[in-house]
């Protein structure tokens, strides 16, 4: 048996957390963000969620592709039926709001809506229809998650022999609470046997992508990724960096990817908002190339983090400047006649999506 609490203590160092909650439209207390036991969520896994990166920048905290991953975020709602009224701007807007709030420079934003329990009615079936919706958004700081050293070094990561969903079943494209069942099953094997990560393959035996990550191979000076036909989450992060590929002139094609091309990869690396991009430097024991970080990964890495610190323009508006959204939204404020509201702040003139900004984002979910 593995050393559990080995495991444990590496990974439950406490973050900095934000002391508010954004909850169906106000910021309430973190100790007052809490539910009921019998929630539909609880026991049926409905729920679906975001993971958004806010990065430190000398214009001030700027969150990461905020209007993709809120499209992606009433996406994922949309495919479970879940009816509620929450908007894109109002979405947008509550995240601003939180982070301004919070006083984090840096943060990972966690959006999540789920199927409550209207305790007046209570239903506890699996027919989730009959259950209230409830939106809560909380956002930590939280490091670099396979580790400061991963970024440089690279992680071992071993293939899974778990499957990643089957889309006829759970859908991948949906960033459902109910898929990090399997994504669990796949981080707990790969690290009881000594891995960082593991990487599941699809049900056809094509690579699909890490536990929380998708996955990038570089083989003879050309990037390849798999599909969203191999069951990957439309990763926001994957799409930065087909971008990022196409801004430095590299060649970048999705394909479907055997197992088997894993070994003899030039480099691999993962991306994800919390993984941001990792290199892999061996597969079940196997080097990758050298066996440590390569240089086209290197290249990709320093250009996403030069965008996400703002100091170099990114190839989209990608990042919606925190504080430049209050003063906006302030003088919009006033040159209405009012001041801006301590408790809601108004932010919706400071986050209007450009034209087109709701296409790109559905792009970033459905492209092959
Ligand atoms: C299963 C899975 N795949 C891929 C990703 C990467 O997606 P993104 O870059 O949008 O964070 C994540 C992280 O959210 C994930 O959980």
């Not at 943060?107 to 239903?123: G, K, Q, T, V, W």
């Not at 992680?155 to 889309?167: E, F, Y």
């Not at 494209?173 to 109910?178: D, I, Q, V």
């Not at 969203?228 to 094609?253: F, H, K, Y």
């Amino acid at each position: 048996m593995v050393n559990d609490d080995a495991v444990k203590k590496e990974f439950s160092k406490k973050p900095a957390i934000a002391p508010e909650v954004w909850h169906d439209g106000e910021f309430i207390r973190w100790d007052d963000a809490r539910v009921h036991v019998m929630s539909h969520v609880l026991h049926y896994g409905s729920s679906v969620f975001e993971g958004i990166r806010c990065y430190r920048t000398r214009r001030g905290p700027a969150v990461f592709r905020l209007r993709e991953h809120m499209q992606r975020f009433l996406n994922s709602a949309k495919i479970y039926r879940m009816s509620h009224p929450w908007q894109l701007d109002e979405l947008c807007d509550a995240v601003t709001g939180l982070v301004a709030r919070s006083g984090l420079q840096q943060c990972y934003l966690r959006p999540i809506m789920f199927r409550s329990l209207d305790e007046a009615n209570p239903a506890f079936g699996v027919n989730p229809f009959p259950n209230p919706m409830a939106c809560y958004i909380g956002a930590w700081d939280w490091g670099k998650y396979l580790g400061e050293e991963a970024i440089e070094q690279g992680v071992d990561v071993c293939v899974s022999s778990w499957n990643r969903l089957t889309p006829n079943s759970m859908p991948a494209m949906a960033k459902a609470g109910a898929n990090y069942m399997n994504s669990q099953l796949i981080k707990m094997e790969a690290l009881v046997n000594g891995f960082a990560e593991g990487i599941a393959l699809d049900d056809r035996g094509y690579v699909s992508e890490g536990s929380g990550e998708n996955i990038f191979l570089v083989h003879e000076g050309k990037v390849v990724t798999p599909p969203l036909s191999s069951a990957i989450l439309p990763g926001i992060t994957r799409d930065s960096v087909i971008e990022i590929c196409r801004a430095l002139e590299i060649p970048v094609v999705e394909s479907g990817l055997q197992r088997a091309s894993l070994y003899v990869a030039d480099e691999l690396f993962f991306t994800g908002t919390a993984a941001e991009v990792t290199p892999i430097r061996s597969v079940d024991r196997i080097p990758v190339g050298e066996g440590r970080r390569g240089p086209f990964t290197e290249r990709i890495q320093r250009l996403f983090f030069d965008i996400t610190s703002g100091e170099r323009e990114a190839p989209g508006d990608w990042l919606t400047f925190v504080n430049e959204q209050k003063s906006a939204s302030a003088a919009a404020a006033d040159r209405n006649g009012h001041g801006a509201s301590a408790e809601a702040p108004a932010r919706k003139a400071a986050t209007q999506a450009p034209e087109g900004a709701a296409r790109d984002a559905i792009h970033v979910t459905l492209t092959e």
